[in-house]
């Protein structure tokens, strides 16, 4: 079992970069593949991006590839979301999430949701 604790979320302009970090308790970190979702108000729960447990496999949704990065630090028990060039439509809720899986991250993409969950943080991008 692990438990999340996100933190780095904020109120920035437009082009503006914040870094989240997730921060895991528990055994076995590098055995669980890590990824960030997020919400917006009103609208359903998004994948952004995801990292498989060796970091040999990466995910990232249309609206963010080339801007967010994904990393991890198994050492640290971190997973991290870089997220630069933020535009306003990035303004959501960011959850971080993990499974003990060697599946690819790509799978969240299909409906297959994370069994882990972090209470969230908020990110707010101004125009």
């Known amino acids: 079992q692990v438990q999340l604790v996100e933190i780095g979320g904020g109120l920035v302009q437009a082009g503006a970069s914040l870094r989240l970090s997730c921060a895991a308790s528990?055994?076995?970190?590098?055995?669980?593949?890590m990824g960030w979702f997020h919400q917006a108000p009103g609208k359903e729960r998004e994948y952004v991006a995801g990292?498989?447990?060796?970091?040999?496999?990466?995910y990232y949704s249309d609206s963010v590839k080339g801007r967010f990065s994904i990393y991890r630090d198994n050492a640290k028990k971190t997973v991290y979301l870089q997220m630069n060039t933020l535009k306003p439509e990035d303004t959501a809720v960011y959850y971080c999430?993990?499974?003990?899986?060697?599946?690819?991250?790509?799978?969240?993409?299909?409906?297959?949701?994370?069994?882990?969950w972090g209470q969230g943080t908020q990110v707010s991008v101004s125009s």
């Open positions: 999430a993990a499974e003990q899986t060697r599946s690819p991250p790509r799978i969240w993409a299909t409906g297959w949701a994370p069994g882990y």
């Open positions: 990292i498989s447990w060796n970091a040999g496999s990466i």
């Open positions: 528990g055994r076995s970190f590098g055995s669980y593949a």
